[in-house]
Each structure stands twice: as C-alpha cells, then as structure tokens.
C-alpha cells in the first residue's frame, strides 16, 4: 500500500488549505484513515480520523470546528479540509491508513499500518 498524501503549502493565518491522501496498492474504502501532525522535536500529533463508511469522524479538540475529514472511497482518497488556519497549526501532516484494525486507540500513530510521506504546511501569522 502506498499513500500520496498532496494539498500542503503556505498560506496565512484565517486561510484554508485541502489536503488529499491518495492510496494505491490497496482499496482503503473498508479500512479507517487518520491525519496526524508533526513538528521538528516533538511526537506525531493525531488530528483525526474517518472511519470506513465515511459517517464517523473523530478530531483533536484543537481543530474541532476548524478542520474536516471526507473520503472518497470511489477514488480511493481521503481529504482534510482546514479551515480557519492558525500559526500552530504549522507542521508536516501525514494521512495513514489501519489496515490490522487493532484495538489500539484510534489516536494513536502505532495503530496505523501504513503512512504517506507526509505535506507541509505553513500558517504565517
């Protein structure tokens, strides 16, 4: 399995960016999908997760309100929509895909099996 996680960039703070996770390799419509962040010298960040049906989602309280997971299961894609942007929210952003379906916490990384190679983005105030 293979993700192509795209959408990152620079923008200023209150702007709004899309991610998209692609996957190839493996159809992901039956598997849960999550968004992690990561700043240079601290640990993966969760901000959320879509489960397979597309119904249920999940978010860190930071980006409640502020930021959407959809999926596509048609064309094998996963979106973050970010809204409302902040300064720190500046980081790597990183889609990864449970594949095992473990018991482990949906926010936690080691649930995740496989992982895109990850988008920066940029929020100058």
């Known amino acids: 399995v293979q993700l192509q996680a795209s959408g990152g960039g620079l923008v200023q703070a209150g702007d709004s960016l899309r991610l998209s996770c692609t996957a190839s390799g493996h159809t992901l419509s039956g598997y849960l999908m999550g968004w992690f962040r990561q700043v240079p010298g601290k640990e993966r960040e969760f901000v959320g997760a879509?489960?397979?049906?597309?119904?249920?989602?999940y978010y860190t309280d930071s980006v409640k309100g502020r930021f959407t997971i959809s999926r596509d299961n048609a064309k094998n894609t996963v979106h973050l929509q970010m809204n409302s942007l902040k300064p720190e929210d500046t980081a790597v952003y990183y889609c990864a895909a449970d594949l095992s379906r473990t018991m482990t916490p949906i926010s936690s990384a080691t649930r995740y099996d496989y992982w895109g190679q990850g988008t920066q983005v940029t929020v100058s105030s």
């Open positions: 879509i489960r397979s049906g597309g119904t249920r989602t």
